[in-house]
């Protein structure tokens, strides 16, 4: 089954059906311990091809009928919001997807639909972001420097792919930023994080013992600007660091 959704680029409503089923009767067990199979199960499907991307390109594209939808918001709020909030990141596409089509008949104002959303887009952000889940952050509240020795960034497999057509501008936005800011802190997270397992090649990233030799105040400004020595940290004599090592504009690490 598992295997079933991970590549399943169809839906079926018989297959739905029996999804939501199944993922009832694991909810419970799921909800009193984390750790448990049932937990790990519904984890598998939370995170599938099947929920996460074929389902919610469905309900977009009208191959979803009312009845079904309704069906899916039911289980959103019961299952997903109600009893396991903290898988509501993996669900948030779907979500939008059904409260794109609950909008073009729904009773309710779209403005306080939308408004519902938008908090149930943030706590997914927040549970998310607690997790180590970044990739499922939106881009705008993703933190521009990522926390040193968390998992973020430490797995190339979550970034997006460049494409040659996007679904929108946020699509865009979203792709680039995450892979520029990759670019920018991907070696200097991998290179803190081998260097505390004792496994740093020192070709990799410079590592300096550092003694702060002055500070000065800047004339008319409020910054100030410090004066280090620097002596390299690696002393196999393998890897030499000469005096144009460290040059404006380095990204530096300080600890």
């Known amino acids: 089954v598992l295997q079933y959704l991970e590549y399943s680029s169809r839906w079926g409503s018989a297959?739905?059906?029996?999804?939501?089923r199944l993922a009832r009767s694991l909810s419970g067990p799921a909800q009193a311990s984390s750790s448990c199979s049932e937990a790990?199960?519904?984890?598998?499907?939370?995170?599938?091809?099947?929920?996460?991307?074929?389902l919610p390109r469905a309900v977009d594209e009208g191959r979803v009928n009312k009845e079904t939808v309704s069906q899916v918001t039911q289980f959103l709020q019961d299952?997903?919001?109600?009893?396991?909030?903290?898988?509501?990141?993996h669900s948030r596409r779907l979500l939008e997807s059904c409260v794109r089509f609950r909008m073009k008949d729904a009773s309710q104002s779209p403005?306080?639909?939308q408004e519902l959303l938008a908090v149930v887009v943030a706590l997914s952000s927040c549970?998310?972001?607690?997790?180590?889940?970044?990739?499922?952050?939106?881009?705008?509240?993703?933190?521009?420097?990522?926390?040193?020795?968390?998992?973020d960034l430490t797995d190339v497999k979550d970034l997006p792919k460049v494409k040659s057509e996007y679904e929108s501008f946020e699509d865009y936005m979203?792709?680039?930023?995450?892979?520029?800011?990759?670019?920018?802190?991907?070696?200097?997270?991998?290179?803190?994080?081998?260097f505390v397992q004792d496994t740093l090649d020192p070709r990799d990233l410079r590592v300096y013992h550092v003694n702060i030799a002055g500070i000065h105040s800047l004339r008319n400004s409020k910054s100030f600007a410090v004066a280090v020595e620097c002596q390299n940290y690696h002393r196999t004599g393998r890897v030499r660091f000469g005096p144009r090592s460290l040059m404006q504009s380095n990204l530096v690490c300080l600890s």
Not at 15 to 20: I, T, V
Not at 46 to 53: K, P, V
Not at 129 to 150: E, M, R
Not at 176 to 189: H, K, S, T, V
């Open 127 to 151: 549970f998310a972001v607690d997790a180590g889940h970044t990739k499922f952050v939106p881009w705008k509240q993703l933190p521009l420097v990522p926390k040193i020795l968390s998992e």
């Open 174 to 194: 979203d792709t680039f930023f995450r892979l520029l800011r990759a670019d920018c802190f991907g070696p200097l997270q991998d290179g803190v994080k081998s």
């Open 40 to 54: 790990q199960v519904l984890s598998k499907i939370f995170e599938s091809r099947y929920w996460m991307q074929t």
């Open 15 to 20: 297959s739905l059906e029996s999804l939501m």
């Open 111 to 113: 403005a306080v639909i």
């Open 79 to 89: 299952i997903v919001v109600g009893a396991l909030p903290r898988q509501v990141y």
